[in-house]
Structure formats: C-alpha cells, structure tokens
C-alpha cells in the first residue's frame, strides 16, 4: 500500500521558516510526480510545488520562497519529499498535503495518493 505521512508543520511567526517532510513509500509507479498542495477552510486546494525528473515547478504565489526538493532511495522504494518554506507570511497558514500520480507532472493525470496533511499556522 502506498503510505505518504507529512510531518514538520507548527505555528510560527512571520518571517520565520519552516521545513515540511512527506515520508512516501510503497508505491511503483516508473514516472511520478510528487507535489504540496496546501487548503484552508472553505477554498480549494491549491497546488504550490510539483517535482519529477524532469524538474521542478512552483505556483507564482510561493516563488522565491518555497523550495521543494526530494531524497529517494531507490532500493528500499523509500523517497522523503520536503518543502522548505522561508519568509513565511500569515496567507501561508494552510493544511499542507503531499501526493503523488503515476505520471509526468507536465501530463494529465489524477492524484493517485494523498498524505494526512500537516498544519501550518503563521502569525
């Protein structure tokens, strides 16, 4: 079974920065794509980040000042995605999700898998 569990998020001040990780294991798709999205109450989740081999990806409302990056360990089919966020502002305050689709981010797909999310708050 696919397991994606986030953890790292907290509350925080503005300007401060924070780390988010998203232990992913058990899945085998050859192409992927992994992503954060991030919601609050009543508004749509919205896609901040995306990786895959052919590079990465960032909504214009988080360039410069997140960073998503991934370390993978192909033989324990193990990959631990993180989002670096720095100068955090109060708008950042969301449940942040990881997941991941058995495609090319660049190609349509639907998000296969989704993790438990992690709360940030910022103040």
């Known amino acids: 079974d696919v397991q994606l569990v986030e953890s790292g998020g907290g509350s925080v001040q503005a300007g401060g920065s924070l780390r988010l990780s998203c232990a992913a294991s058990?899945?085998?798709?050859?192409?992927?794509?992994m992503a954060w999205f991030r919601q609050t109450p009543g508004k749509e989740r919205e896609e901040v980040a995306t990786?895959?081999?052919?590079?990465?990806?960032?909504?214009?409302s988080v360039k410069g000042r997140f960073t998503i990056s991934i370390s993978k360990d192909n033989r324990a089919r193990k990959n631990i995605l993180y989002l670096q966020i720095d100068s955090l502002k109060l708008d950042d305050t969301a449940m942040y999700y990881c997941?991941?689709?058995?495609?090319?981010?660049?190609?349509?797909?639907?998000?296969?898998?989704w993790g438990q999310g992690t709360q940030v708050t910022v103040s």
């Open positions: 997941a991941v689709k058995s495609t090319y981010c660049a190609l349509f797909g639907a998000w296969n898998d």
């Open positions: 058990g899945y085998t798709y050859n192409r992927n794509c």
């Open positions: 990786i895959d081999d052919g590079g990465k990806n960032y909504a214009d």
